[in-house]
C-alpha cells in the first residue's frame, strides 16, 4: 500500500513490485482551496485526516484485496507542507505496525519520477530526469532508481508557481497552469517578449521569478492604462518563456553526461508548450524521451508505491521513528 498527502491530494495505492497498479484512490482537495486562491495549510492537513483511512479502504475494495494481502506500506514523508505530511506518515506508521510489514519512507519528487515506471515498463536508469512541479524545477540526473544527483534547480520560483501566479494575476483561477496551458493554443507566442533568464556561471540553474514579475506587471500596465490583454497570447508567450528556459538546459545536460534516454516529471511535465518542445529537441539530438501520462503527472500514490518498491529493494525502510520533513533534497536519504 502506498500513501500520499504531502499538497492538497489525499491519495492512497495498491502497487505490485512497482510496476502494476492495482488501485489508485485520490481525493483532490483542489476546489477547497480554491475559494482562497492557493492551498490553506491547515485546512488540507483536516481534509488528510478525513479522507485518508477512507481512501485505504476503497483502495483495497477496488482492488479486491484484503488488508492481509499488503506486504509494505510506503509512504512520502519529504518534502511537503509538514502538517499535510505528518497525516500520512502517522496513517503509514499505524498500517505497518499494525500488520506488521515494513515501512517504506519515499521522497515526494522521487515519486514523480516513478510514476514514469508504471506508464512504462521498458523503462530503467539511468536516465536524465527534468522535474516540474508547482513546488519544484529540477534536472536530476538518476543514475539508478535509489541514486541520483541533482544537475541544476530553480534558485527561486518552481515553474508551477510562475505558471499558477501569473494565472492567478490573469483572472484564470487556482491553480491556473492546466488552464493557462488550454488558453495558450490560440495565441500568438510571439506577441509579448518575455525575459529568459540565465544564472551566471551555473548553465544549469534556472529562475522564473524575473518572469513571475515581468507577467504580472505586463497585466497590471496595461490595466492602469485601460488596455486589453489577448490572455490568450499572453499564456503562449508565458510558455514559450518557461519551455526556453527548461528545454535546452535539459537537453545539454543529457548530452554533457552522456545520458541517451530523457525523462520528464511532475504536474507541469503536462504542459503541451513542454511537451511539443522537448519531444522535438530530443528528437533532434537522437534522444529517448518518456513523458507520465497526464493522469501521472498531478500527485498520486500510485507513484509513491512505484518507488517505494526500490526503495524498499535498496533496504530504505525505517522504523516507527519516521518523521516527516517540509524540505529534504531528492539526493539525499535523511536515515
Ligand atoms: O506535481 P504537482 O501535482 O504538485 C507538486 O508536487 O508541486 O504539480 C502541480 C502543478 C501546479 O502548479 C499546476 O498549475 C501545474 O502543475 N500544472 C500545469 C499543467 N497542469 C498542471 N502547468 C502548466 N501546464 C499544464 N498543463
Ligand atoms: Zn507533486
Known sequence: MSVESSC???????VRDGRTVLADEIFSQVDIHALYGGVVPEIASRNHIEYIA???????????????????VAVTYAPGLIGAVLVGVNFAK??????GVPLIPVHHIRGHIAANY???????????????????????DVRDYTEMSIIGSTRDDAAGECFDKSARVM???YPGGAVLDALAQGGDKTKYPLPRARVEDFEF???FSGLKTAVVNLIHNAQQKGEEIDKASLAASLSSAVSDTLVPRTIRAAELLGREV??????????????ADLAREAAKHGRKIFFPPLSLCGDNAAMIGAQGYYEYLAGATSGMELNAFATMPVDTAHL
Request: charged share 15%; glycine share 10%.
Open 8 to 14: 492538497d491530494e489525499t491519495a492512497v495505492a495498491l
Open 54 to 72: 477512507r481512501l485505504a479502504d476503497s483502495a483495497l475494495g477496488k482492488a479486491g484485496a484484503k488488508r492481509s494481502d499488503i506486504d509494505a
Open 94 to 99: 499505524a498500517a505497518a505496525f499494525s500488520l
Open 118 to 140: 508504471i506508464a512504462y515498463p521498458e523503462l530503467e536508469p539511468p536516465f536524465l530526469c527534468l522535474v516540474i512541479s508547482g513546488g519544484h524545477s529540477l534536472i536530476v
Open 171 to 173: 483572472g484564470l483561477g
Open 205 to 207: 540553474d534556472m529562475s
Open 262 to 275: 530523457i525523462v520528464a516529471a511532475g504536474g507541469v511535465a503536462a504542459n503541451s508548450v513542454i511537451r
